[in-house]
Every structure is written in C-alpha cells, then in structure tokens.
C-alpha cells in the first residue's frame, strides 16, 4: 500500500499495456479497474499510540538508554508487519507529542521555529504514516503552539488569522468533536477518506489490484476541556463521542467510504454513557457503521487474554479476540511499547467491501521478545533527531542543588513519600507567597498541598521516580514532577478535603482480614498518579483498607485536633486536579483561586534552586497517612522493583518484606508483602 501501488489503478491503461513485465502487485488488473464480486483482500491496520514524544530508546530524567520504550522500536515492528501484510495502513492515535524531556525542549525551552519539523513528527513522517487522531495532552503546551507544529490554520481565538502555515506531518490529522466556539467547525478536518490500491485474489483465485475508500475519524476525550482550561476556554468546546460518530459516519459512507476507522483517543468504560465520559469507546463500538477502532488513552495493550481489567472483562468485549460487540479493536499501550495490529480480511460482494470478522484477527505486538530482550531499533530513526537528542541531553543536565537522600517512588503506595514532599513543599510555599503579595483576603486560611506519585510502575518495572543523592539537575526536577501542568490552588473545607483524601484511597483494594490466600493491596484500575496525599507535619490520617470505599480515612486530624468538617483551607495542586481531572469530587474547576501563571515544574525548579541543599529531615520525612492497623491472616502483597528493601527501610517502612524477586508476571516486578499490624 505504499505509493506505487497507488499508481496501479491511476493509469490502468497504460498498465494493462504494461502487465508482461509486471506480474506482481498490478498483475490481473480488470479492465475499466472495475473489480469483480467475490474479491477478498487483507488490510492491515497497523496502529501507535501514547508514544508522548518517545522517539528513541532514551529515559531523559535517568540520563540512559532504555530499549522498553521508543519509536525507533516499535519501527521494526512496522517492518515486520508491513512485510506480512503488503495491504497496511499505519495510524497514530494521539499523545504523540507532550511527555518527554525532548517535548518540552521544543515546546518550552528552545520553541521550534515556524520552518522546522517536531523531532517525533520527523520519525512518523519517515516511517510513512498514513494518518493519525489526536489526544488530549496534543493541548498541553497550548492551541498557537498545536497549530504551529501540526501545520495547521485553527479558526479560534488566540490564533492570529495571519498566522503561517507551518513545517508539520506528512500526513492528515482527524478530530470530530473538539470544535471551535468561532466557527463551530471541528479544530482540525473530522475524518479523512483515504483511497489505496491494494493487492487481492480474484474469484479466480487470480491475483489482481483494487481500489478500496478507508474512511478514518478522530475523537478525543471531552475531559481536555477541563484538563487543559486555562488554555482551551472560551476558544473550543467539546462534544460527545457517540453523538459526534452518529453525525458524521453517515456522511463518510455517503462520501464513498467502503470502511470506516475510528481512531478515538480513549479506553472502555462500562458505565452508563455521558456526552462527557472518557473513555467512551464502549459506546462508540455500538455505533451503526464502524469496522474497526483504534483506542488509546489509558496505557495498556488490548487484546489481553489474561486481563483482570473489569472494562476489558464487560459483556460484548472480547478481550482475547480483540473485540467490542463484534467490532475490532486494538490499544497498542503507550511509549512504543507495543504495535497494534488489525487483520481485515475483507470480501467485495460487488457493491461494497465487507469485513468477514469470522477471519480478522487483531494482536497488541510487544517490543519485548519471549526470551526477555527487546526487538533491535530501527537504524534509520536515530540520526533524523541527533541534534534534538544531544540538546534536550544538555539542556537536563543542568544542575539545579544537591540532595543528601535518594527520591523515590518505588514504595509510594505502601507510605514512602521521598519523591513527593518536595512537591508538595515548593506548591506550598508558592501558593503562601502567591496569597501575600496578590490575594490578602485568604491570608488567615491555611495551605496545604496534594501530590501524587507519578510513576509507579504502570509501564514497566523501570517506571519509577528515582532521583540519587548528590547534584539534583533539570533531568530530576522533571522526574519528581513528570507532566506540563499548571500550578492551581483551591479554596476547601475540611470536608471536602476528607472527600479528596478518600476518593485518593480508592488507590487500594478492600483487605479482608479473614483471608488466608494472598491479597492484592493496589487496585491496578486506579492509577497512580491520582493518589494524591498530604505530607504535612500539621495533617494526620489513617486509611483503612478493610473499609469500603468512602468509609476508608478515619483519625483525620489537624494540628493535633480532629479536622472541623468546616474548617477552611487552601489547597495548592495542579491545573489537571483542580479542573476535574481524575473525576474528584467537588473538584470541578468551581472552587479554583489561584490558576498560576507558572508550570508546577517550574515552581519546583525554583524552590529547589532557592533551598540549594535538600536533606530527608526537611524535604524527605513528613509522612502524614499511614495504614490504619489491622491483622491480616493472610499475605497483602503488592509489586515494585526487586532488590529494593533498603529504601524502604529508610523511609521507616519496617512493615515490608519482599516474597520474591520475580513475582512469576515476565515484566521483571518482584513481590512484596506489607505487614498491615505495624
């Protein structure tokens, strides 16, 4: 499918005077390119998705190669899949451009001048993609810079009408339903009909070339009107998923379409459909006219035959198949760790191509190989970034203060908090100094601080926050706090601080003491970096994990006294929270006083900058939750790094033994266990 069979059914009859010499992929072309009923063909739909800037197999903030993650990776994976399957098309699903060291350089640090291409739009446009969506972090570093890398001429406020079109992809990008307020006309086109030739057999069992129309339409998740306020409101809205597919599938089968793709930037989710939901593709998957889906959003590969995941686990899914009420779907997981890839066996009945889903197959192939090593990179990637490479290498390695103890994030949800009392310290003292100088009327309410850990693990046993003692440069900073938000603070009462803090512990799974066979204590489903928590000498709580949810903070107490139900605080936190991120309640972006003007990685570079030397007795030890006491008969487990019990120690957590070095799940993880009595 690549562009010389493109040429085929252009010039049939020059080709049909040409066929003797070419028995391959234009051999058996029917005259007038009409093609016969009872044709079948294969078609790859090769996807990527959540690569977040991840070009090469490079961890920035440790400043080493790592092959788990990188396009230059999943480019050999494209190989292969291209040389099984000459029928393909390759399609990115969005977060392609935000969440790498090397993003932020050429966001932030050194913007990309108008004539210069995204270094991970270089790799996509060498590696021939066809066509890509749009996620919701393509907005973070806000609308004039997506315009300005994506090439394209938004009609929205903020965007001057003169503006040039700009260096940008190769290829076309879709998006239905984020719409602009100016025009109320989708931001970028809302689908795209691609036409290719592709090679097939004849009824004849002859082989020959035909013309297929693909169809492919974009959505992201509503959510990023709330995520990303500060740069979206007033200029776009958002609206439904399912609605938005009902509005235009019609009209892209009338346009000639033979297949429709939706490349939708989201995950499953069975709960009843919302214009606003998240991951809506549940719904989608219902809607009359899509042959295959292209999901992303939540970090996993989909097929997943083992999956516990209760949305891959729901009526009408597939999980080893790689269904959704019948419909083909691949998540391809995130970083390049895996490539999605969608069989279509279709048939032409004379009138239409029809996908036979009986013989379609759909896989999430990994990077990593059965004996544990990773594919080798492809070696054409690397030298098309070199220069983007080295600088964003220079630019972290720029030293910021020393610290005198090792930042982790490897015990986090068992009460290691080295990785986040920093954060939460420097938000605490902005927002202090914010008040002073800005806000006298909030002067006499205290202010505490919410972090989370970041990376704990959900993309692989090398994800985590691990910053070593000694100099602590712009690399760390951007490890302790990994995303482009804002600085936000929230004006709370004490109750709607306990809501946070308990809808925070949704993180764990109920413990029955009872039990005698091993637990589970984290809910997987529940990501970590919405594991928010107090590091305060002022704050103490417990939770309690044989609770249900709602019922899980009990001893929640502030300077030495029970916290008053009414008692008024300040909260600093970061723009994705305190818009409605994570779907916290009370959080809705309502109760926002503050929305700083200064990234909350900035504001923790400049602390860092000003305390110069950190030490664990100031920045590294005020714990303020700990696991309400209880017996359990059985083993609670959990699953971090092996060979890491000493950190734990250090952070006082005596309670942890590690079971095994290999917990048996071929990621690399050991099991832990945490003695809940003490």
């Given at each position: 499918m690549r562009p010389n069979h493109r040429a085929?059914?252009?010039l049939p009859a020059l080709l049909s005077a040409l066929l003797p010499a070419l028995p391959g992929a234009c051999a058996s072309l029917p005259r007038g390119g009409a093609t016969p009923a009872g044709t079948e063909a294969t078609l790859a739909l090769l996807e990527t998705t959540d690569l977040h800037a991840n070009v090469l197999s490079y961890d920035y903030y440790k400043l080493q190669a790592d092959p788990a993650i990188g396009l230059e990776r999943t480019a050999t994976l494209i190989k292969q899949a291209r040389a099984e399957y000459p029928n393909n098309l390759l399609l990115d699903n969005g977060d392609a451009l935000q969440g790498t060291a090397l993003a932020d350089y050429q966001a932030l640090v050194k913007p990309v001048a108008c004539g210069e291409t995204l270094a991970i739009y270089k790799a996509m446009n060498a590696l021939g993609v066809d066509g890509a969506?749009?996620?919701?972090?393509?907005?973070?570093?806000?609308?004039?810079?997506?315009?300005?890398?994506?090439?394209?001429?938004?009609?929205v406020d903020g965007v001057p009408a003169a503006a040039p079109r700009c260096a940008g992809p190769d290829f076309p990008i879709v998006l239905a339903n984020i719409v602009s307020v100016r025009t109320h006309q989708p931001l970028f086109a809302p689908y795209r009909i691609l036409t290719r030739t592709v090679r097939a057999t004849g009824p004849d069992g002859k082989p020959l070339t035909a013309?297929?129309?693909?169809?492919?339409?974009?959505?992201?998740?509503?959510?990023?009107?709330?995520w990303d306020k500060q740069w979206l409101a007033g200029k776009v809205y958002a609206e439904g998923v399912?609605?938005?597919?009902?509005?235009?599938?019609?009209?892209?089968?009338?346009?000639?379409?033979?297949?429709?793709?939706?490349?939708?930037?989201?995950?499953?989710?069975?709960?009843?459909?919302?214009?606003e939901m998240e991951n809506a593709n549940y719904h989608l998957a219902q809607v009359p006219g899509i042959d295959a889906m292209l999901i992303g959003h939540e970090h996993l590969p989909f097929p997943d035959a083992a999956s516990q995941r209760a949305a891959f686990n729901l009526p009408g899914v597939d999980k080893a198949r790689g269904t959704v009420f019948g419909v083909p779907t691949v998540m391809a997981n995130l970083w390049g760790k895996h490539l999605g890839v969608i069989g279509l066996h279709l048939r032409y009945d004379g009138a239409r191509w029809v996908v036979d889903r009986s013989r379609t197959t759909v896989e999430a192939r990994s990077t990593r190989q059965k004996d544990g090593s990773y594919v080798a990179a492809d070696p054409a990637i690397a030298p098309l970034v070199a220069a983007e490479h080295a600088a964003t290498i220079h630019y972290v390695k720029?030293?910021?203060?020393?610290?005198?103890?090792?930042?982790?994030?490897?015990?986090?949800d068992v009460g290691d908090i080295s990785a986040i009392q920093l954060v939460n310290q420097a938000q605490t003292a902005y927002v202090q100094d914010y008040v002073k100088a800005n806000l006298p009327q909030y002067a006499a309410l205290p202010v505490l601080s919410m972090a989370s850990p970041f990376k704990t693990g959900a993309a692989g046993v090398a994800d985590y926050t691990d910053v070593k003692p000694g100099a602590v440069a712009l690399n760390n900073a951007a490890d302790l706090y990994l995303y482009p938000n804002a600085l936000h603070a929230v004006k709370l009462s004490g109750a709607g601080l306990k809501a946070w803090l308990e809808k925070s512990a949704e993180r764990f799974n109920r413990i029955d003491p009872a039990a005698t066979a091993p637990q589970e204590l984290i809910n997987a489903a529940f990501a970590g970096f919405n594991f928010d928590?107090?590091?305060?000498?002022?704050?103490t709580y417990q939770i309690d994990v044989t609770q249900p949810v709602g019922q899980r903070i009990v001893g929640l107490h502030y300077q030495g006294a029970p916290l008053s139900p009414s008692q008024q605080f300040l909260v600093a936190t970061n723009s994705y929270r305190a818009a409605g991120g994570g779907a916290f309640p009370g959080l809705d972006g309502s109760k926002t006083v503050i929305a700083a003007p200064d990234s909350s990685r900035d504001v923790l570079i400049a602390y860092i900058r000003k305390a110069k030397q950190l030490t664990r007795a100031r920045n590294g030890s005020a714990r303020s939750w700990r696991f309400a006491p209880v017996t359990v008969k059985?083993?609670?487990?959990?699953?971090?790094?092996?060979?890491?019990?000493?950190l734990a120690r250090d952070a006082g957590l005596t309670g942890v033994s590690q079971l095994k070095p290999d917990d048996g799940g071929g990621k690399g993880f050991a099991l832990y266990a945490i003695d809940l009595s003490k």
């Amino acid at each position: 499918m690549r562009p010389n069979h493109r040429a085929c059914l252009l010039l049939p009859a020059l080709l049909s005077a040409l066929l003797p010499a070419l028995p391959g992929a234009c051999a058996s072309l029917p005259r007038g390119g009409a093609t016969p009923a009872g044709t079948e063909a294969t078609l790859a739909l090769l996807e990527t998705t959540d690569l977040h800037a991840n070009v090469l197999s490079y961890d920035y903030y440790k400043l080493q190669a790592d092959p788990a993650i990188g396009l230059e990776r999943t480019a050999t994976l494209i190989k292969q899949a291209r040389a099984e399957y000459p029928n393909n098309l390759l399609l990115d699903n969005g977060d392609a451009l935000q969440g790498t060291a090397l993003a932020d350089y050429q966001a932030l640090v050194k913007p990309v001048a108008c004539g210069e291409t995204l270094a991970i739009y270089k790799a996509m446009n060498a590696l021939g993609v066809d066509g890509a969506g749009v996620g919701n972090h393509e907005f973070n570093y806000g609308l004039p810079y997506l315009n300005q890398v994506t090439a394209s001429h938004f009609d929205v406020d903020g965007v001057p009408a003169a503006a040039p079109r700009c260096a940008g992809p190769d290829f076309p990008i879709v998006l239905a339903n984020i719409v602009s307020v100016r025009t109320h006309q989708p931001l970028f086109a809302p689908y795209r009909i691609l036409t290719r030739t592709v090679r097939a057999t004849g009824p004849d069992g002859k082989p020959l070339t035909a013309a297929i129309k693909i169809g492919i339409i974009g959505f992201a998740p509503p959510g990023v009107l709330s995520w990303d306020k500060q740069w979206l409101a007033g200029k776009v809205y958002a609206e439904g998923v399912r609605e938005t597919a009902q509005k235009y599938i019609p009209r892209m089968r009338a346009e000639g379409a033979d297949l429709v793709v939706a490349i939708s930037h989201g995950g499953l989710d069975g709960a009843p459909y919302t214009p606003e939901m998240e991951n809506a593709n549940y719904h989608l998957a219902q809607v009359p006219g899509i042959d295959a889906m292209l999901i992303g959003h939540e970090h996993l590969p989909f097929p997943d035959a083992a999956s516990q995941r209760a949305a891959f686990n729901l009526p009408g899914v597939d999980k080893a198949r790689g269904t959704v009420f019948g419909v083909p779907t691949v998540m391809a997981n995130l970083w390049g760790k895996h490539l999605g890839v969608i069989g279509l066996h279709l048939r032409y009945d004379g009138a239409r191509w029809v996908v036979d889903r009986s013989r379609t197959t759909v896989e999430a192939r990994s990077t990593r190989q059965k004996d544990g090593s990773y594919v080798a990179a492809d070696p054409a990637i690397a030298p098309l970034v070199a220069a983007e490479h080295a600088a964003t290498i220079h630019y972290v390695k720029t030293p910021v203060g020393t610290s005198d103890f090792r930042m982790t994030s490897y015990f986090a949800d068992v009460g290691d908090i080295s990785a986040i009392q920093l954060v939460n310290q420097a938000q605490t003292a902005y927002v202090q100094d914010y008040v002073k100088a800005n806000l006298p009327q909030y002067a006499a309410l205290p202010v505490l601080s919410m972090a989370s850990p970041f990376k704990t693990g959900a993309a692989g046993v090398a994800d985590y926050t691990d910053v070593k003692p000694g100099a602590v440069a712009l690399n760390n900073a951007a490890d302790l706090y990994l995303y482009p938000n804002a600085l936000h603070a929230v004006k709370l009462s004490g109750a709607g601080l306990k809501a946070w803090l308990e809808k925070s512990a949704e993180r764990f799974n109920r413990i029955d003491p009872a039990a005698t066979a091993p637990q589970e204590l984290i809910n997987a489903a529940f990501a970590g970096f919405n594991f928010d928590m107090l590091t305060s000498a002022d704050v103490t709580y417990q939770i309690d994990v044989t609770q249900p949810v709602g019922q899980r903070i009990v001893g929640l107490h502030y300077q030495g006294a029970p916290l008053s139900p009414s008692q008024q605080f300040l909260v600093a936190t970061n723009s994705y929270r305190a818009a409605g991120g994570g779907a916290f309640p009370g959080l809705d972006g309502s109760k926002t006083v503050i929305a700083a003007p200064d990234s909350s990685r900035d504001v923790l570079i400049a602390y860092i900058r000003k305390a110069k030397q950190l030490t664990r007795a100031r920045n590294g030890s005020a714990r303020s939750w700990r696991f309400a006491p209880v017996t359990v008969k059985g083993a609670v487990v959990f699953h971090s790094a092996p060979g890491l019990l000493d950190l734990a120690r250090d952070a006082g957590l005596t309670g942890v033994s590690q079971l095994k070095p290999d917990d048996g799940g071929g990621k690399g993880f050991a099991l832990y266990a945490i003695d809940l009595s003490k």
